[in-house]
């Protein structure tokens, strides 16, 4: 797969002044009428045409994910000093990436952007911000226009430093070669960790949730905590899906996890093969990052 770096002195930052009626309105796809894909067929990492790449992505996933890994990566991403861009310009950016963990879709993750924003827009028509999360929550995938292998920007997160848990996507036989796996003092419940430390404390495998939280920390956007939660964990399922790890929750987590779960329906239930008309719908969604993440980011 080919990816493009965008060049910071080459990235133009959008801003657009809505005036008179959302002329996006028009192109929304309407949820309620569309015949829905059976929730059963999502998240099916059994069969599929896509199943060979899914797994193989999440093989390297676990095998290369370790408490080292994640340091590492966290000292080499956390400072946002890689470029600096607007968040319409990154999020046209996912126009040059395909999700290989995904066995539900095999279009540009730019597309997911709108389809989540738009099914969160259908049904919380005044939540500007849970919108703008919709739209903005996987643009920590921009990592992998940068170099950086899928295994470790994509796909389901998980604790690093204790118990891989049964629930993690394909646990039975992909952690067989993780040196962590090995490690006794990673092999128990808590492993590094203590009980009820919180989640902010846990080390998670390291991906594009927690890089673009990061990049929200840094540059000081006004999204609310519920809407951190969700683009910090949105892709903890064997926490917000399966109830594991609950141990290491402190009562912040816990208030959270119902935000979490909130978002995923949108996150994953609105993937669709019709694809929406981006165009017609970045002045609206521009309008919402002028207000929450305005102007030049640094990445």
């Known amino acids: 797969m080919l990816f493009i770096f965008v060049k910071p002195e080459n990235v133009v930052c959008l801003s657009v002044q809505m005036q008179g009626p959302d002329p996006s309105l028009a192109y929304r796809p309407d949820l309620e009428t569309t015949e829905p894909k059976p929730k059963e067929d999502y998240r099916n990492f059994e069969s599929g045409s896509l199943i060979d790449r899914v797994f193989n992505t999440y093989k390297l996933m676990h095998t290369n994910q370790t408490v080292d890994f994640v340091n590492e990566k966290h000292s080499v991403w956390s400072g946002c000093n890689h470029t600096q861009m607007g968040m319409m310009d990154a999020i ?71 118990k891989f848990q049964n629930s993690i996507v394909f646990r039975d036989n992909t952690f067989l070669d993780n040196p962590d796996e090995k490690n006794p003092c990673y092999k128990t419940e808590n492993g590094i960790y203590e009980s009820n430390c919180g989640l902010d404390k846990v080390h998670m495998s390291w991906g594009h949730d927690e890089y673009l939280y990061r990049v929200m920390k840094f540059n000081n956007c006004s999204i609310p905590e519920q809407g951190l939660y969700m683009i910090r964990f949105h892709s903890f399922y064997p926490w917000h899906s399966h109830g594991d790890y609950m141990h290491l929750c402190n009562d912040k987590d816990l208030g959270m996890l119902p935000w979490v779960q909130k978002f995923n329906k949108f996150d994953l239930y609105t993937k669709d093969a019709e694809l929406p008309d981006v165009d017609k719908l970045k002045p609206y969604y521009q309008s919402l990052i002028d207000k929450y993440c305005p102007g030049t980011l640094k990445w």
């Open 92 to 162: 046209m950016s996912l126009d040059q990436l395909v999700d290989e963990s995904d066995p539900d879709v095999d279009f540009p993750n730019s597309f997911h952007a709108f389809q989540t924003a738009e099914g969160i827009r259908q049904a919380h028509p005044d939540n500007d911000w849970f919108q703008l999360v919709g739209l903005i929550h996987d643009v920590g995938k921009t990592m992998a226009l940068w170099d950086v292998p899928q295994w470790a920007v994509v796909g389901d997160t998980f604790p690093v430093g204790c």
